[in-house]
């Protein structure tokens, strides 16, 4: 072990006991820890001492919850759960530049966390500036306010996508959101994103809203492996051992960049399709009864 990273150890522990731990008088100098700060340490030791965590990644970043990036809730400073995190704190591994962004294709410092035991592991897929130019989860990037995918959203509010998808126009166009962030207390830079705000009245999107955590697309992924009947990893297998539902389902096939942009989106087209059945049945009702 190198005394450096035995300081550091020893210097974040030191503060979190400070912070949270309480001095028995009774017992002398015996330190009383909270469940919650003991339960910490132990998740920091097995992180750092691990032979799966690298040194380089072992930087630990205290956060189980996330602040809304939505211009009507932030304001409200309080800390929100979210279907991606976990309801309790965890540990996130933190890479400085260490990877880069699906929309930008500039290098930004990534985040991997595990929500639950048993789930798979997230990280965040895009950067801060692409997240808040669009008001979605840096994650799932689904809106923070309802949701939703974004083909869903821009179509009921009838936002239209001035992103370039790739070449010098796109890299301007970030820099200048870029820009106008640095100067701004606002948390989204796209004036479009403002209607967001204003959109409690639209009925789609009341109708669709996500009020509750749907935390069963943390699940780990189907095994490959396991379907051609080759695993040979049994239970130590990361990945489900399951037989697909349905192995020509669209939604096992989803883009990135097709969600953030909204387009050809296999969710937002499910969601879109059920409204317009639903109206299409109302409607005929409406004609039947008159």
């Given at each position: 072990m190198f005394p450096a990273e035995m300081i550091d150890i020893t210097a974040k522990m030191l503060e979190l006991i400070g912070k949270y731990g309480e001095i028995d008088q009774s017992r002398g100098d015996k330190l009383e820890i909270k469940k919650g700060v003991l339960t910490l340490g132990l998740k920091l030791f097995i992180h750092l001492f691990s032979k799966k965590?690298?040194?380089?990644?072992?930087?630990?970043?205290?956060?189980?919850?996330?602040?809304?990036l939505s211009k009507s809730s932030y304001?409200?400073?309080?800390?929100?759960?979210?279907?991606?995190?976990s309801s309790e704190l965890d540990l996130q591994l933190k890479n400085r530049y260490?990877?880069?962004?699906?929309?930008?294709?500039?290098?930004?410092?990534?985040?991997?966390?595990?929500?639950?035991?048993?789930?798979?592991?997230?990280?965040?897929e895009v950067c801060q500036i692409c997240a808040k130019m669009k008001n979605v989860c840096q994650t799932c990037l689904l809106d923070f306010e309802f949701g939703l995918s974004m083909q869903v959203r821009d179509q009921a509010l009838?936002?239209?996508?001035?992103?370039?998808?790739?070449?010098?126009?796109?890299?301007y166009y970030v820099q200048n959101q870029e820009r106008e962030l640095a100067f701004t207390f606002d948390t989204t830079s796209n004036d479009a994103v403002a209607k967001i705000s204003d959109?409690?009245?639209?009925?789609l999107l009341k109708k669709f809203a996500q009020n509750q955590p749907y935390y069963q697309r943390n699940k780990p992924h189907i095994c490959s492996f396991f379907i051609e009947g080759e695993c040979r990893r049994g239970e130590e297998?990361?990945?489900?051992?399951?037989?697909?539902?349905?192995?020509?389902?669209?939604?096992?096939?989803?883009?990135?960049?097709?969600?953030?942009?909204?387009?050809?989106?296999?969710?937002?087209?499910?969601?879109?399709?059920?409204?317009?059945?639903?109206?299409?049945?109302?409607?005929?009702?409406?004609?039947?009864?008159?």
């Open positions: 965590c690298s040194r380089s990644d072992s930087i630990i970043n205290i956060a189980g919850y996330h602040m809304a304001n409200r400073k309080i800390w929100e759960g979210s279907t991606c995190n260490g990877a880069e962004c699906k929309i930008c294709q500039r290098p930004f410092t990534c985040f991997r966390w595990m929500p639950e035991k048993g789930m798979r592991c997230k990280k965040t009838q936002i239209q996508d001035d992103l370039s998808r790739k070449g010098a126009s796109r890299d959109s409690a009245s639209n009925d297998c990361p990945y489900r051992h399951e037989k697909p539902s349905d192995p020509d389902d669209r939604l096992s096939h989803q883009n990135i960049l097709d969600r953030y942009h909204g387009n050809n989106d296999p969710v937002a087209k499910k969601l879109l399709t059920r409204a317009k059945t639903h109206n299409d049945y109302c409607v005929s009702n409406i004609n039947y009864k008159t």
